[in-house]
Nanobody, 122 residues
Framework: QVQVEESGGDLVQPGGSLRLSCTAS????????MAWFRQTPGKEREGVAQ???????TYSDSVKGRFTISRDGAKKIMHLQMSSLTPDDTAIYYC????????????????WGQGTQVTVSS
């Protein structure tokens, strides 16, 4: 079976930085697009950043210029580097993967991690 697991969530002060990581097993890492989503209670999942099989990236307007998504094919790991964090970035962050994913719509992704909590607060 496919397993997706993210890590790195923490409590961070406003203006701080944090690096999330994601690994996916049970699939060919280089054959899937991967993305980060986030969710707060009572709200729908929000697409944050996506990286294609060839390394192209897409970001939501709310994080563009502050977050950077990357993938390392040799190590089979994906990262989300977050900087200039604000309380509005507080959410559970989910790693997602799929073979036919071209946007930040959650319905396009087949495999999801359990989530990692990011809290931005003083």
């Amino acid at each position: 079976q496919v397993q997706v697991e993210e890590s790195g969530g923490d409590l961070v002060q406003p203006g701080g930085s944090l690096r999330l990581s994601c690994t996916a097993s049970g699939l060919t890492f280089d054959d899937v697009a991967m993305a980060w989503f986030r969710q707060t209670p009572g709200k729908e999942r929000e697409g944050v950043a996506q990286i294609s099989k060839d390394g192209g990236t897409t970001y939501s307007d709310s994080v563009k210029g502050r977050f950077t998504i990357s993938r390392d094919g040799a190590k089979k790991i994906m990262h989300l580097q977050m900087s200039s964090l604000t309380p509005d970035d507080t959410a559970i962050y989910y790693c997602a993967a799929g073979a036919y994913c071209y946007s930040l719509r959650s319905s396009e992704y087949d495999y999801w991690g359990q989530g990692t909590q990011v809290t931005v607060s003083s």
